[in-house]
């Protein structure tokens, strides 16, 4: 979407664009509420919106104080998940670990008023940018991952599952096709395939996936993407498709 205010600097009316964002029309809520500095301090410094005004200054710095899972906790999970895989009470099980830091008042502020600025830059990292504050509190990220897009007539869902991390020792066509062959990423990518293929058809919707995955390059990693399709049923709302 698309957020115009009036410039102090400028008779015309900037446009603050929030690149590759979905949100449902009759949900939308104000895209800067929470944000009005950072706006402010954009129009003060811009007058224009232009890629050149909006240039990064330095990256923002992580606070020392942090805790994070330690490698015993870390272990133990991992035991956990072996054994339930072994068990056949899961297929795929993909385990994450948590840093927490710990801020003070400056620096919530502080990141309060710079993510805002750095998620929205215009980019071309492929990657969609999404912000959600309730409370007190912000969920961001930047994910080359779409939920569903639904346009003329047809429902559009990429599968992405399966990585390997860009090294700069390899060339490009040599990565991209050991992740091809890579028989443990090219299993989880076909649970996520099939995933989605069942979720949809429990709808009712018609859905096909291509045959075989291609490559995604996002900065600093590859992805095995299969695009998957399905011809729109207008009758079926936005939020069962989603929660599907």
Not at 9 to 36: A, C, D, I, V
Request: aromatic share 10%.
């Amino acid at each position: 979407f698309v957020y115009k205010v009036n410039s102090p600097n400028t008779r015309s009316q900037p446009q603050l664009l929030l690149r590759k964002f979905h949100y449902p029309e009759e949900k939308m809520p104000s895209p800067w509420h929470g944000f009005p500095n950072a706006a402010k301090w954009m129009l003060a410094e811009a007058g224009e919106f232009t890629r050149e005004s909006f240039r990064l200054q330095e990256p923002l710095q992580a606070p020392k104080n942090r805790e994070e899972t330690n490698s015993e906790e870390w272990n133990s999970l991992c035991a956990k998940a072996e054994k339930e895989i072994a068990l056949g009470r899961l297929s795929k099980l993909v385990l994450s670990r948590k840093i927490s830091f710990k801020l003070t008042r400056a620096e919530y502020e502080t990141l309060l008023e710079k993510i805002p600025l750095r998620l929205f830059f215009p980019s071309d990292d492929k990657t969609f940018r999404f912000a959600l504050k309730s409370d007190g509190h912000l969920f961001f990220g930047a994910s080359p991952e779409l939920l569903f897009r639904r346009r003329n007539g047809q429902i559009f869902i990429p599968a992405i599952a399966g990585t390997a991390p860009l090294d700069p020792q390899k060339s490009e066509d040599e990565q991209k096709e050991e992740l091809l062959q890579s028989e443990k990423n090219r299993s989880e990518h076909s649970f996520v395939v099939r995933g989605i293929l069942n979720s949809l058809r429990a709808i009712g919707l018609e859905a096909k996936a291509a045959e075989e995955p291609e490559i995604m390059r996002v900065p600093g990693l590859f992805h095995l993407f299969t695009p998957i399709f399905a011809q729109d049923n207008s009758s079926l709302s936005g939020d069962l498709i989603l929660e599907a």
